[in-house]
């Protein structure tokens, strides 16, 4: 019997997870589409391209950060917006040495602009990674009057991870997936403000960020899509 390896492997269970959740659409998926518009040419066209923006949208990968432990990046679904005010929280770069600041920090006005009527604005996206059920890290960005601001038709970023879950690779693939979207809808660039301190200032590098501007602590950084 073959072995496979590991790259197929993770295709195959890739593929595995596409056709369990639509999308990959079989040759019965098709004629329950046309069925279903008297099979109308031009009924059937609508639908297929509203599916297949929903699928681009909602931007759904299977990834793996070891190969005992399997994650989602999916879309950030209707009633879990209150989890980006618990990843605002952890994105607070703490010095070391220096104590957290309590959790209602995030209600202050400066940072508010990241969550408030989340969804339902210019530039609003969300990703979030998901083991079995559970949302362990996000990425969102709108177009916002934030630390990271640079024009009026450039999204912010704000990214964090629970601290078990560092150092596995999740943020570069949150970061990655949400900048391919971007580009996808049509944005010409996206940044972020980061301490220059934080560690995270190598992964945004990586991704793709560059400094546009700076000062003694904080740095401005642009990635052009």
């Known amino acids: 019997m073959k072995q496979l390896k590991d790259?197929?492997?993770?295709?195959?269970?890739?593929?595995?997870?596409?056709?369990?959740?639509?999308?990959?659409?079989?040759?019965?998926?098709?004629?329950?589409?046309?069925?279903?518009?008297?099979?109308?040419?031009?009924?059937?066209?609508?639908?297929?391209?509203?599916?297949?923006?929903?699928l681009r949208n909602e931007h759904i990968s299977l990834m793996t950060s070891d190969r005992h432990r399997q994650?989602?990046?999916?879309?950030?679904?209707?009633?879990e917006t209150g989890l980006l005010k618990d990843f605002l929280h952890e994105a607070i770069f703490i010095p070391e040495g220096i104590e957290a600041p309590p959790r209602d920090i995030v209600e202050k006005p400066e940072l508010r602009v990241y969550t408030d009527d989340f969804g339902n604005r210019?530039?609003?996206?969300?990703?979030?990674?998901?083991?079995?059920?559970?949302?362990?890290?996000?990425?969102?960005?709108?177009?916002?009057?934030?630390?990271?601001?640079?024009?009026?038709?450039?999204?912010?970023?704000?990214?964090?991870?629970?601290?078990?879950?560092?150092?596995?690779?999740?943020?570069?693939?949150?970061?990655v997936k949400m900048l391919e979207l971007l580009k996808w809808q049509g944005y010409r660039k996206a940044s972020l403000a980061v301490q220059k301190a934080n560690y995270a200032v190598k992964m945004y590098r990586n991704v793709g960020f560059k400094t546009v501007d700076e000062n003694a602590e904080e740095c401005i950084m642009v990635c052009e899509l």
């Open 7 to 54: 790259k197929e492997y993770d295709e195959f269970r890739q593929y595995q997870y596409n056709k369990a959740h639509g999308y990959i659409w079989t040759p019965d998926t098709l004629e329950l589409i046309c069925g279903g518009d008297n099979n109308d040419p031009e009924k059937i066209g609508e639908q297929i391209l509203g599916v297949m923006g929903r």
């Open 122 to 175: 210019k530039g609003d996206n969300c990703l979030v990674a998901d083991f079995g059920g559970k949302v362990v890290g996000a990425v969102w960005t709108r177009i916002m009057d934030d630390y990271g601001h640079v024009d009026d038709e450039t999204p912010s970023f704000a990214i964090s991870l629970y601290k078990e879950y560092h150092g596995q690779g999740i943020g570069s693939q949150l970061m």
């Open 71 to 79: 994650y989602v990046i999916r879309v950030l679904r209707e009633g």
